[in-house]
Protein backbone atom coordinates (compact mmCIF):
# COMPACT_ATOMS: atom_id res chain seq x y z
CA UNK A 1 0.00 0.00 0.00
CA UNK A 2 1.46 3.59 -1.00
CA UNK A 3 1.85 5.89 1.92
CA UNK A 4 3.38 8.45 -0.54
CA UNK A 5 2.57 12.04 0.13
CA UNK A 6 1.91 14.51 -2.41
CA UNK A 7 4.55 15.27 -4.89
CA UNK A 8 6.15 18.17 -3.50
CA UNK A 9 5.80 16.21 -0.16
CA UNK A 10 3.69 18.31 1.25
CA UNK A 11 0.08 16.60 2.21
CA UNK A 12 -3.02 17.91 1.31
CA UNK A 13 -4.83 20.08 4.04
CA UNK A 14 -8.85 19.01 4.71
CA UNK A 15 -11.17 20.98 6.92
CA UNK A 16 -13.36 18.90 8.66
CA UNK A 17 -16.13 19.87 10.88
CA UNK A 18 -18.16 17.99 13.82
CA UNK A 19 -22.19 18.48 14.25
CA UNK A 20 -24.10 17.31 17.25
CA UNK A 21 -25.42 18.30 20.18
CA UNK A 22 -24.05 19.48 23.20
CA UNK A 23 -22.43 16.58 25.36
CA UNK A 24 -22.33 13.76 23.15
CA UNK A 25 -18.80 13.76 23.14
CA UNK A 26 -17.78 15.75 20.07
CA UNK A 27 -14.62 17.40 22.20
CA UNK A 28 -13.61 14.14 23.70
CA UNK A 29 -13.23 12.25 20.31
CA UNK A 30 -11.03 15.01 19.11
CA UNK A 31 -9.20 15.08 22.41
CA UNK A 32 -8.80 11.34 22.43
CA UNK A 33 -7.99 11.70 18.59
CA UNK A 34 -4.93 14.10 18.87
CA UNK A 35 -3.86 12.76 21.87
CA UNK A 36 -4.74 8.89 22.58
CA UNK A 37 -2.39 8.37 25.02
CA UNK A 38 -3.42 11.12 27.74
CA UNK A 39 -5.99 9.99 30.10
CA UNK A 40 -9.48 11.44 29.09
CA UNK A 41 -10.30 14.25 31.49
CA UNK A 42 -14.08 13.58 32.53
CA UNK A 43 -14.60 17.36 32.80
CA UNK A 44 -14.25 18.73 29.88
CA UNK A 45 -16.28 21.85 29.40
CA UNK A 46 -18.87 22.38 27.42
CA UNK A 47 -17.18 24.05 23.78
CA UNK A 48 -18.14 28.31 23.52
CA UNK A 49 -17.64 29.14 20.16
CA UNK A 50 -15.54 27.41 17.96
CA UNK A 51 -11.98 25.38 18.59
CA UNK A 52 -10.04 23.29 15.91
CA UNK A 53 -7.49 20.70 15.73
CA UNK A 54 -4.58 19.63 13.22
CA UNK A 55 -3.85 15.74 12.77
CA UNK A 56 -2.08 13.94 10.44
CA UNK A 57 -4.34 10.79 8.69
CA UNK A 58 -3.43 7.95 6.56
CA UNK A 59 -5.27 6.99 3.61
CA UNK A 60 -5.03 4.45 1.02
CA UNK A 61 -3.05 7.08 -1.15
CA UNK A 62 -1.01 8.29 1.44
CA UNK A 63 -0.92 10.88 4.58
CA UNK A 64 -2.89 13.53 4.75
CA UNK A 65 -3.71 16.90 7.09
CA UNK A 66 -7.23 17.10 9.12
CA UNK A 67 -7.76 20.44 10.10
CA UNK A 68 -11.04 19.25 12.67
CA UNK A 69 -13.48 22.15 13.84
CA UNK A 70 -15.54 21.35 16.83
CA UNK A 71 -18.58 23.94 17.82
CA UNK A 72 -20.87 24.84 20.17
CA UNK A 73 -23.48 22.36 20.19
CA UNK A 74 -25.72 25.01 22.02
CA UNK A 75 -28.57 26.39 19.65
CA UNK A 76 -27.58 30.01 20.22
CA UNK A 77 -23.67 29.30 19.30
CA UNK A 78 -24.40 27.61 16.04
CA UNK A 79 -26.93 29.67 14.63
CA UNK A 80 -24.35 32.32 14.42
CA UNK A 81 -21.15 30.80 13.68
CA UNK A 82 -22.46 27.92 11.20
CA UNK A 83 -21.78 29.87 8.22
CA UNK A 84 -18.24 30.57 9.41
CA UNK A 85 -17.83 26.95 10.31
CA UNK A 86 -18.96 25.02 7.18
CA UNK A 87 -16.45 27.37 4.52
CA UNK A 88 -14.43 25.33 2.43
CA UNK A 89 -15.19 22.27 4.68
CA UNK A 90 -14.94 19.29 2.43
CA UNK A 91 -16.33 16.37 5.58
CA UNK A 92 -18.67 16.66 8.29
CA UNK A 93 -18.78 14.01 11.34
CA UNK A 94 -22.36 13.92 12.69
CA UNK A 95 -22.09 12.85 16.13
CA UNK A 96 -24.92 11.91 18.37
CA UNK A 97 -25.09 9.60 22.13
CA UNK A 98 -26.23 6.08 21.67
CA UNK A 99 -27.60 6.87 25.09
CA UNK A 100 -29.30 9.37 24.35
CA UNK A 101 -32.24 9.34 21.80
CA UNK A 102 -33.10 12.65 21.71
CA UNK A 103 -29.11 13.62 20.39
CA UNK A 104 -30.27 11.38 17.76
CA UNK A 105 -33.16 12.86 16.93
CA UNK A 106 -31.67 15.90 17.00
CA UNK A 107 -29.66 14.69 13.41
CA UNK A 108 -32.71 14.84 11.10
CA UNK A 109 -34.77 17.22 12.88
CA UNK A 110 -32.10 20.14 13.36
CA UNK A 111 -28.27 19.42 11.92
CA UNK A 112 -28.53 18.14 8.68
CA UNK A 113 -31.19 21.05 7.98
CA UNK A 114 -28.47 22.91 9.44
CA UNK A 115 -26.31 21.35 7.06
CA UNK A 116 -27.90 21.90 3.93
CA UNK A 117 -28.53 25.99 4.91
CA UNK A 118 -25.05 26.55 5.22
CA UNK A 119 -23.19 24.03 2.72
CA UNK A 120 -24.18 22.47 -0.03
CA UNK A 121 -24.49 19.05 1.58
CA UNK A 122 -23.69 16.84 -1.47
CA UNK A 123 -20.21 17.91 -1.79
CA UNK A 124 -19.48 17.38 1.77
CA UNK A 125 -18.62 13.54 2.71
CA UNK A 126 -20.43 12.57 5.54
CA UNK A 127 -20.15 9.81 8.17
CA UNK A 128 -22.17 9.03 11.08
CA UNK A 129 -20.73 8.42 14.66
CA UNK A 130 -22.28 6.69 17.62
CA UNK A 131 -20.21 7.75 20.22
CA UNK A 132 -20.05 6.12 23.80
CA UNK A 133 -20.46 2.86 23.04
CA UNK A 134 -18.93 2.06 26.01
CA UNK A 135 -22.29 2.69 27.74
CA UNK A 136 -24.08 -0.22 25.90
CA UNK A 137 -26.28 -1.40 28.99
CA UNK A 138 -27.73 1.91 28.12
CA UNK A 139 -28.30 1.98 24.87
CA UNK A 140 -31.65 4.21 23.61
CA UNK A 141 -30.37 4.14 19.78
CA UNK A 142 -30.35 1.10 17.84
CA UNK A 143 -27.77 0.32 15.66
CA UNK A 144 -31.07 -0.48 13.03
CA UNK A 145 -32.10 3.26 13.38
CA UNK A 146 -28.67 4.50 12.94
CA UNK A 147 -28.15 2.46 9.71
CA UNK A 148 -31.77 3.78 8.17
CA UNK A 149 -30.64 7.20 9.04
CA UNK A 150 -28.00 6.35 6.90
CA UNK A 151 -29.24 5.06 3.97
CA UNK A 152 -31.64 7.94 4.10
CA UNK A 153 -28.81 10.25 3.88
CA UNK A 154 -26.24 8.71 1.97
CA UNK A 155 -23.45 8.00 4.49
CA UNK A 156 -21.67 5.15 6.65
CA UNK A 157 -21.41 4.75 10.40
CA UNK A 158 -19.16 4.15 13.05
CA UNK A 159 -19.89 3.63 16.67
CA UNK A 160 -17.07 4.81 18.77
CA UNK A 161 -15.60 5.34 22.39
CA UNK A 162 -13.71 8.27 23.26
CA UNK A 163 -13.37 7.07 26.67
CA UNK A 164 -12.06 3.77 25.76
CA UNK A 165 -10.66 4.80 22.47
CA UNK A 166 -12.50 2.44 20.44
CA UNK A 167 -12.91 3.48 16.93
CA UNK A 168 -12.31 7.21 17.31
CA UNK A 169 -8.93 7.10 14.58
CA UNK A 170 -10.56 4.69 12.20
CA UNK A 171 -13.52 7.15 12.47
CA UNK A 172 -11.88 10.13 11.60
CA UNK A 173 -9.05 7.97 8.83
CA UNK A 174 -12.28 6.73 6.82
CA UNK A 175 -13.76 10.15 6.82
CA UNK A 176 -10.95 11.56 5.31
CA UNK A 177 -9.79 8.71 2.79
CA UNK A 178 -13.61 9.46 1.58
CA UNK A 179 -12.30 13.28 1.40
CA UNK A 180 -9.00 12.66 -0.43
CA UNK A 181 -10.47 10.06 -2.44
CA UNK A 182 -12.96 12.82 -3.53
CA UNK A 183 -10.07 15.32 -4.38
CA UNK A 184 -8.18 13.23 -6.22
CA UNK A 185 -10.97 11.64 -8.40
CA UNK A 186 -12.14 15.42 -9.01
CA UNK A 187 -8.39 16.50 -9.64
CA UNK A 188 -8.00 13.51 -12.73
CA UNK A 189 -11.56 14.39 -14.12
CA UNK A 190 -10.25 17.86 -14.43
CA UNK A 191 -7.10 16.70 -16.14
CA UNK A 192 -9.10 14.34 -18.41
CA UNK A 193 -11.58 17.61 -19.65
CA UNK A 194 -8.83 19.00 -20.38
CA UNK A 195 -7.14 16.61 -22.59
CA UNK A 196 -10.72 16.09 -24.39
CA UNK A 197 -11.37 19.31 -25.33
CA UNK A 198 -7.62 20.18 -26.27
CA UNK A 199 -8.09 16.52 -28.87
CA UNK A 200 -11.55 18.26 -29.87
CA UNK A 201 -10.05 21.67 -30.75
CA UNK A 202 -7.32 20.16 -32.90
CA UNK A 203 -10.22 17.99 -34.56
CA UNK A 204 -11.60 20.79 -35.60
CA UNK A 205 -8.86 22.41 -36.91
CA UNK A 206 -8.08 19.32 -38.70
CA UNK A 207 -11.82 19.16 -40.33
CA UNK A 208 -11.49 22.74 -40.80
CA UNK A 209 -8.43 22.36 -42.85
CA UNK A 210 -9.73 19.50 -45.14
CA UNK A 211 -13.10 20.69 -45.78
CA UNK A 212 -11.29 24.19 -46.98
CA UNK A 213 -8.74 22.35 -49.06
CA UNK A 214 -11.96 20.36 -50.70
CA UNK A 215 -13.23 24.01 -52.03
CA UNK A 216 -10.36 26.01 -52.35
CA UNK A 217 -6.73 25.68 -51.39
CA UNK A 218 -6.09 28.97 -51.22
CA UNK A 219 -8.91 29.50 -48.54
CA UNK A 220 -6.82 27.25 -45.78
CA UNK A 221 -5.64 30.04 -43.73
CA UNK A 222 -8.94 31.48 -43.08
CA UNK A 223 -9.56 28.30 -40.50
CA UNK A 224 -7.42 29.67 -38.71
CA UNK A 225 -4.82 26.60 -39.03
Same mark, same amino acid.
Given at each position: ????????????????? $???????????????? +??????????? #??? $???? %??????? +??????? /? =?? &????????????????? @??????? !???????? /??? %?? #????? &??? =???????????????????????? #???? *??????? @???????????? *? /?? *???????? @???? !??????????? #?????????????? =?? +???????????? /???????????
Amino acid at each position: MSRTTSAGGKPPLYKIV $MLGDSGVGKTSLVARL +TNPDRPLNHDI #SAT $MGIE %FDTQMLD +TEHGKVK /A =QI &WDTAGQERFARVLLPTY @FRKAKGV !ILVYDISN /AKS %FE #SLSER &WMA =QLNDHASSDDLAKLLVGNKSDLEA #SREV *SQEKAQQ @FCQEYGMEMLET *S /AK *SGENVLKA @FEKL !IGIVHDRALAA #SKNKTGIKGINGNQ =QN +TVKLDDHSGAQD /ASGSDASACGC
